[in-house]
């Protein structure tokens, strides 16, 4: 993460670093500072319902799924096709 603090260094905080939302949460934020198109797409798809089930990721996946595919590496340098429309729809349940 961008920040160099853990926050699951603390005592309240540490039963909860390996709970499956906050793992999808915080590979999710990994791959996207990372640029990582191919993981932060893994990610949703295999964490679908868990991420999908958070209100606030609800009202904005969409849109970092757009910013991601806007910045990742591998899109630098291609013309984008405006007919290529990826639809993150199969992520909401």
């Known amino acids: 993460m961008l920040s ?11 039963p909860y670093k390996d709970d499956e939302e906050i793992v999808a949460m915080t590979s999710l934020v990994t791959a996207y500072e990372n640029k990582d198109i191919k993981a932060f797409e893994k990610i949703l798809k295999e964490n679908q319902k868990t991420i ?12 970092l799924h757009k910013n991601m595919k806007s910045r990742s590496p591998e899109m630098e340098g291609k013309e984008k096709d405006p007919s290529k429309k990826v639809s993150t729809s199969a992520y909401k349940p």
């Open 52 to 63: 999908m089930e958070d209100s606030f990721m609800k009202d904005y996946i969409d849109d």
């Open 4 to 14: 160099d603090i853990n926050p699951f260094v603390s005592g309240e905080a540490a």
